[in-house]
């Protein structure tokens, strides 16, 4: 086979619904590299989040803050940040309604608050610790993406307000803050052109919302069986539950492993 661009998502795609990376995902990893195929993570999460794994994996190229900054074999190809004024309008906006930020940039993360049970209960269920607060964390660098914690359904006032944003809700109380009209898919496309690669050499992987504008991107995209309706409705193949070996079952339909 020829080379090809493999763009995993992690919660629910590379890692088990206990944050896990099973054994049999990372041997697969580890042929899909052996073959000489790019191997790259397209991921909600900031660089600094998943460090650890990409160094288990040996992994150097991904697609972070759901598209936002973008790495290739370790530099930067492509960086987009929140608008500065809009921000810092929105935190003023959810101070107001009593709804805490967190700030992160590619290297940390900052609250906008000493501490608040929203922040600790969504984070915690990714594995993180409260962020420490800094409530200017946003003045002088680029900051790629920002999380707004609320309930489901008291983030339509913010998107009505802010044009300048997308909010993608990825728990109870805790919503993404992006770009407006940024997706994983943008970042892809970014690495696409870099490597001189077209869509046919690209197969994407997810399970959650904010995976559906990569899993219309290509025709060789892979939905888990424990994936949202729109996601399963986006792809092109749908596999099994990420608990039950599901990447691997789908790099087999595809002829990447055996």
């Given at each position: 086979?020829?080379?090809?661009?493999?763009?995993?998502?992690?919660?629910?795609?590379?890692?088990?619904?206990?944050?896990?990376?099973?054994?049999?995902?990372?041997?697969?990893?580890?042929?899909?590299?052996?073959?000489?195929?790019?191997?790259?993570?397209?991921?909600?999460?900031?660089?600094?989040?998943?460090?650890?794994?990409?160094?288990?994996?040996?992994?150097?190229?991904?697609?972070?803050?759901?598209?936002?900054?973008?790495?290739?074999?370790?530099?930067?190809?492509?960086?987009?940040?929140?608008?500065?004024?809009?921000?810092?309008?929105?935190?003023?906006?959810?101070?107001?309604?009593?709804?805490?930020?967190?700030?992160?940039?590619?290297?940390?993360?900052?609250?906008?608050?000493?501490?608040?049970?929203?922040?600790?209960?969504?984070?915690?269920?990714?594995?993180?610790?409260?962020?420490?607060?800094?409530?200017s964390y946003l003045e002088g660098r680029s900051i790629y993406q920002t999380l707004l914690f609320c309930a489901e359904g008291e983030e339509q006032p913010y998107?009505?307000?802010?044009?300048?944003?997308?909010?993608?809700?990825?728990?109870?109380?805790?919503?993404?803050?992006?770009?407006?009209?940024?997706?994983?898919?943008?970042?892809?496309?970014?690495?696409?052109?870099?490597?001189?690669?077209?869509?046919?050499?690209?197969?994407?992987?997810?399970?959650?919302?904010?995976?559906?504008?990569?899993?219309?991107?290509?025709?060789?995209?892979?939905?888990?069986?424990?994936?949202?309706?729109?996601?399963?409705?986006?792809?092109?193949?749908?596999?099994?539950?990420?608990?039950?070996?599901?990447?691997?079952?789908?790099?087999?339909?595809?002829?990447?492993?055996?």
């Amino acid at each position: 086979m020829e080379q090809k661009l493999l763009f995993f998502d992690i919660d629910g795609t590379l890692l088990d619904e206990n944050k896990q990376l099973p054994a049999s995902t990372e041997a697969a990893v580890a042929e899909l590299k052996r073959q000489g195929h790019y191997v790259a993570i397209a991921t909600g999460r900031a660089p600094f989040m998943f460090a650890e794994l990409r160094e288990k994996l040996g992994i150097d190229t991904f697609v972070s803050f759901n598209g936002s900054y973008v790495e290739l074999e370790n530099e930067a190809i492509y960086k987009r940040s929140l608008n500065a004024s809009e921000l810092k309008r929105l935190t003023a906006h959810a101070e107001e309604n009593d709804h805490p930020v967190v700030y992160l940039d590619h290297r940390d993360m900052k609250a906008n608050v000493p501490h608040h049970p929203h922040i600790e209960k969504s984070l915690g269920s990714l594995k993180f610790d409260h962020p420490e607060f800094d409530e200017s964390y946003l003045e002088g660098r680029s900051i790629y993406q920002t999380l707004l914690f609320c309930a489901e359904g008291e983030e339509q006032p913010y998107e009505d307000k802010f044009d300048a944003f997308d909010f993608i809700r990825w728990h109870e109380v805790s919503t993404d803050v992006l770009p407006s009209g940024g997706s994983k898919a943008i970042g892809i496309e970014a690495l696409m052109n870099r490597l001189g690669a077209s869509k046919e050499d690209v197969y994407v992987f997810g399970d959650g919302p904010n995976d559906v504008e990569m899993l219309e991107f290509t025709k060789n995209s892979v939905a888990m069986g424990n994936s949202v309706p729109q996601a399963l409705e986006a792809a092109a193949i749908q596999t099994s539950h990420v608990n039950d070996d599901g990447l691997v079952k789908a790099l087999r339909q595809l002829g990447f492993i055996k």
